[in-house]
């Protein structure tokens, strides 16, 4: 018997547990439409709905080397409660991304103030729950929810999520309202910092790029999820000539398996490029794990381990182990 070869855990940055139930379904022309049945979902949960059906994903990511998850919720408090109960039931360690959300969306969406939301993000904090700040996105966030919660995550040394640029849509309400792009808008309000991920940013210009640079902030890219709503291509290469960190997420978890996520990074470049090798797998691996929890502020988290005797690794020569596992195997190898 080959002892497993044992390797950092995987380290989900940015899942929404519950949208698991919407793979399969066909919800109709593209991601607005995909997003009313989202919010449906959304509107059904319970935290008994929540503590079970987030337990079946959290148990589904731990099988595929998920030691870590950064859950990006905004369906109450708790919920919120509900979820990282279900974690701890499944084994994998949680930073709650609790969501602000002042507009748009639906009631249990939002909170009426930034002080209401700091009262939930202190009570979590005092239930001995690890947290990190979450606007949910400038459509969801005006600036003066931006000021405040980024003057809030940066005095308490918290994580910032955001998402930004998932959509071209997202880019032109934020222009024809501030007259900046989303990740400008980041920019001025004081949102963006070492401690600040950007989810996606799948439509982000040059300029809203080294803005990210200059700030020490990271990207999480989610492959199999921007591909099924229909995103557009995460902007890897132009990540990488910049040096910008880079997570990665199963967010609506479509499909669950972190060596998908990085595959899909490298080889769309690769399609793009005309090139291979652009990006070794020890580096992809990094980004699934060790960028993954500095992303959530976590300095320790479990280990995973790859079966070497999985059928996928058969005849493999052990110099070419890693590779072979990101661009071979699924997520069935890990044990
Ligand atoms: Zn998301």
Redesign the pocket.
């Known amino acids: 018997m080959a002892e497993p070869l044992v390797l950092p855990g995987f380290v989900d940055a ?1 899942c ?1 547990a519950f949208q698991r139930a919407l793979r399969g379904r066909r919800t109709g022309g593209d991601f607005w439409a995909w997003r009313e049945a989202m919010i449906a979902e959304a509107e059904r949960q319970t935290p008994e709905t929540v503590r079970e059906e987030y337990a079946e994903t959290y148990r589904e990511l731990r099988a595929a080397g998920y030691t870590a998850v950064g859950e ?1 919720h905004y369906l109450g408090l708790a919920e919120a409660h509900a979820a990282v109960e279900a974690a701890g039931e499944a084994g994998v360690e949680i930073v709650l991304l609790l969501s602000a959300y002042a507009r748009g969306g639906v009631g249990r969406f939002r909170q009426d103030s930034p002080a209401e939301y700091f009262r939930q993000l202190e009570e979590l904090r005092e239930a001995g729950v690890r947290v990190g700040c979450a606007p949910h996105s400038v459509r969801a966030c005006p600036p003066d929810w931006l000021r405040e919660i980024g003057a809030y995550a940066a005095r308490e040394g918290l994580p910032l999520h955001v ?1 930004a640029d998932e959509q071209p849509r997202e880019i032109e309400e934020c222009l024809e309202e501030h007259g900046v792009r989303p990740i400008e808008l980041l920019a001025q309000t004081g949102c963006l910092g070492p401690r600040t991920t950007v ?1 996606h940013a799948t439509h982000a210009d040059d300029g809203e790029l080294d803005l990210l640079a200059d700030a020490g902030a990271r990207v999480c890219l ?1 492959p199999t999820t921007e591909a099924n709503l229909g995103d557009g291509f995460a902007p890897f290469e132009r990540l990488r000539e910049r040096g910008i960190g880079i997570c990665i ?1 199963s ?1 609506s978890n479509v499909r669950i398996d972190p060596l998908e996520e990085l595959r899909e990074l490298e080889t769309t470049a690769r399609r793009r490029s005309l090139t291979r090798e652009l990006c070794d797998s020890g580096t992809l691996l990094c980004f699934g794990a060790d960028e993954g929890a500095a992303s959530l502020g976590l300095e320790s988290w479990p280990d995973t381990a790859v079966d070497l005797e999985h059928r996928s690794l058969r005849g493999v020569d052990p110099g070419d182990l890693l590779d072979a596992l990101v661009f071979g195997c699924a997520a069935d190898v890990f044990l």
């Open positions: 940015h929404h990006f998402h989810v989610c997420g967010d």
